[in-house]
């Protein structure tokens, strides 16, 4: 059974930042694509980021390259999301979610990805 847990999430203040994990766990890490997404009150999720352990392929949402980084430690079956100059539209609950590790050349649709963390919730102080 595919399991992924999050944490790292919390309260900031703008301009701050947070690293956000999502370990992962009854799958064989190298055949998935592990992405991160977002959900703020109100609005639809979003696909932010996405990554194939295997070969370290990445894919960024436009808006948020240059804040956002997504990174893989394999030994440890863990997707890392670093945050930096958060603004308070950041604020959101952020889920990781795995799929066939060919879908990290997809896009960041949420219809790609099957399997779902409980997410972490991100607040940004103004």
């Known amino acids: 059974e595919v399991q992924l847990v999050e944490s790292g999430g919390g309260l900031v203040q703008t301009g701050g930042s947070l690293r956000l994990s999502c370990a992962a766990s009854g799958f064989t890490f190298d055949d998935y694509c592990v992405g991160w997404f977002r959900q703020a009150p109100g609005k639809e999720r979003e696909g932010i980021s996405s990554i194939n352990p295997s070969d370290g392929f990445t894919y960024y949402r436009d808006s948020l390259t240059g804040r956002f980084t997504i990174s893989s430690d394999n030994a440890k079956k863990t997707i890392y999301l670093q945050m930096n100059n958060l603004k308070p539209e950041d604020t959101a609950v952020y889920y990781c979610?795995?799929?066939?590790?060919?879908?990290?050349?997809?896009?960041?649709?949420?219809?790609?990805?099957?399997?779902w963390g409980q997410g972490t919730r991100v607040t940004v102080s103004s």
């Open positions: 979610a795995a799929s066939d590790g060919s879908s990290c050349r997809l896009g960041l649709g949420v219809q790609f990805f099957g399997s």
